[in-house]
């Protein structure tokens, strides 16, 4: 029988993973996709279990569709991320991020003064992209299991908190930062809702480096996210129509707080 454990925030291991690539036509419409998912190496069973938790979660139509999210990963790092036009801002206790995820080009402050010298500047990039790649996934996972370079096998049923699952693992093939990583998903056979994952810093590994849930699924704008990872929580999470350029320009602190309160779905 499966058993719980929650893993030690304080020894967290940081995991990268594979962003899908878009080509954006205009900002007033969904990007299209540059590459699709190769079912040939995943199992049809995990592929179709996989379907049924997009579904679950709200649809990859409406995934595409939503334009803005923001999030405060493990409440430490703020993200914000538009989706449409693929840029980003990630914001530490005394750093900021502002990059676009195609082009890689972008500006960063250290501790309120912006980082003018080229290979400084470089290495706040990197930093912010490979944030982004793991704070993302850690919120939106369930709409990236079918993304290009992605493996699904199915490895039978098991038990979560008492309810019944389906066990899928999932791996990568020449994709992201650490194609070597492999998770183990959860998902709850009646909601079809991803309730579980384990994490293997390299995918021979015997035993994972932590597992945890993911709780509280709610629904934000068109999609549900869940926000809860067991001893830490994701914060400010919210799904917007519209934001100020400012987010995506300016040093100047956001308050994501008062955005969700006022324009949040």
Not at 71 to 89: C, E, F, P, Q, S
Not at 153 to 168: H, N, S, T
Not at 202 to 212: L, N, Q, V, Y
Not at 227 to 252: I, M, Q, Y
Request: glycine share 6%; hydrophobic share 40%.
């Amino acid at each position: 029988m499966f058993q719980l454990k929650f893993f030690d925030i304080n020894h967290l291991i940081v995991c990268f993973i594979p962003a899908l690539l878009f080509t954006v036509v205009n900002c007033t419409e969904p990007p299209k996709e540059l590459a699709t998912f190769d079912s040939a190496a995943s199992d049809p069973k995990a592929i179709a279990i996989a379907e049924e938790v997009i579904e679950a979660s709200g649809g990859l139509e409406n995934w595409h569709k939503t334009r803005y999210v923001a999030w405060r990963w493990l409440d430490k790092r703020l993200n914000v991320w538009d989706k449409w036009t693929g840029d980003i801002r990630v914001a530490s206790k005394i750093s900021i991020v502002i990059m676009n995820l195609n082009t890689r080009k972008g500006i960063a402050w250290k501790t309120g003064t912006e980082i003018t010298d080229a290979d400084e500047l470089q290495r706040a990039l990197d930093y912010g992209y490979e944030t982004w790649m793991n704070d993302s996934y850690w919120v939106f996972m369930p709409f990236k299991l079918k993304d290009p370079g992605v493996i699904l096998k199915y490895l039978g049923e098991g038990e979560i908190e008492g309810r019944p699952v389906d066990i899928l693992s999932v791996t990568f093939k020449n994709v992201g930062k650490t194609p070597e990583n492999k998770y183990d998903i959860y998902v709850d056979k009646e909601s079809k809702l991803l309730v579980w994952w384990d994490y293997y810093m390299d995918a021979t590994d015997e035993k994972p480096r932590f597992k945890m849930p993911w709780k509280n699924y709610q629904r934000y704008g068109d999609i549900w996210l869940s926000d809860d990872r067991g001893l830490r929580k994701h914060t400010d999470l919210g799904v917007f129509e519209e934001l100020p350029a400012s987010v995506f320009e300016s040093f100047e602190r956001v308050d994501l707080t008062k955005l969700i309160e006022q324009q949040a779905l």
